[in-house]
T-cell receptor, first 118, second 112 residues
Framework: GAVVSQHPSWVICKSGTSVKIECRSL??????MFWYRQFPKQSLMLMAT?????????EQGVEKDKFLINHASLTLSTLTVTSAHPEDSSFYIC??????????????FGNGTRLTVT | KQEVTQIPAALSVPEGENLVLNCSFTDSAIYNLQWFRQDPGKGLTSLLL?????REQTSGRLNASLDKSSGRSTLYIAASQPGDSATYLCAVPFMGNEKLTFGTGTRLTIIP
């Protein structure tokens, strides 16, 4: 089945530094990828939609200058948390639609990245 | 705005019991509903996807039902096993595309 690989699985960084998270579709092409954030004991909240060949679409309240998204190819999307602060500490998960068509296609998720900012 | 709620938030049952997890959504104009499993510190695994035209979907010991008119879905787990312990999330697409609105989740613990 479709596999989405996310790297790193966890990262600890100091305040003010930037962290890049990669999301790859291993055996299929993904023109669209979704980035979610999950705070402890809360559900997933969509941050942005990554579009191959065009700018990402950000959800309301998400700072696009802080969370930089680049969809470099049909199999790779990256999320860079710039000038990270402790409140950015969270679990970040990417996902991509499978090989089905449109809205009836199940989403496949990466294993997530646990970001801790000290 | 679509809101998705799951009850209960946490559930503990002895091994071998059958159980039902509930999901409700406020906007019944959905294209499908998906159930996921999330293990601690891990990503999501898709369990079942029910199309809007379907009333139920089965996979092994799992059975999911969908009642669009009442805005409800249930996930039935038969003969529960300790390996079923995880957080279960339901999700529906919004804005007519593949973005998902997730429920609040049910943390399930199966007691050996």
């Amino acid at each position: 089945g479709a596999v989405v690989s996310q790297h790193p699985s966890w990262v600890i960084c100091k305040s003010g530094t930037s962290v890049k998270i990669e999301c790859r579709s291993l055996d299929f092409q993904a023109t669209t990828m979704f980035w979610y954030r999950q705070f402890p004991k809360q559900s997933l909240m969509l941050m942005a939609t990554s579009n191959e060949g065009s700018k990402a679409t950000y959800e309301q309240g998400v700072e696009k200058d802080k969370f930089l998204i680049n969809h470099a190819s049909l199999t790779l999307s990256t999320l860079t948390v710039t000038s990270a602060h402790p409140e950015d500490s969270s679990f970040y998960i990417c996902s991509a639609p499978g090989t089905g068509r449109g809205r009836d296609s199940p989403l496949h998720f990466g294993n997530g990245t646990r970001l801790t900012v000290t | 705005k679509q809101e998705v709620t799951q009850i209960p938030a946490a559930l503990s049952v002895p091994e071998g019991e059958n159980l039902v997890l509930n999901c409700s959504f406020t906007d019944s104009a959905i294209y499908n509903l998906q159930w996921f499993r999330q293990d601690p510190g891990k990503g999501l695994t898709s369990l079942l996807l029910i199309q809007s035209s379907q009333r139920e979907q089965t996979s092994g010991r799992l059975n999911a039902s969908l009642d669009k008119s009442s805005g409800r879905s249930t996930l039935y787990i038969a003969a529960s096993q300790p390996g079923d312990s995880a957080t279960y999330l339901c999700a529906v697409p919004f804005m007519g595309n593949e973005k998902l609105t997730f429920g609040t989740g049910t943390r399930l613990t199966i007691i050996p």
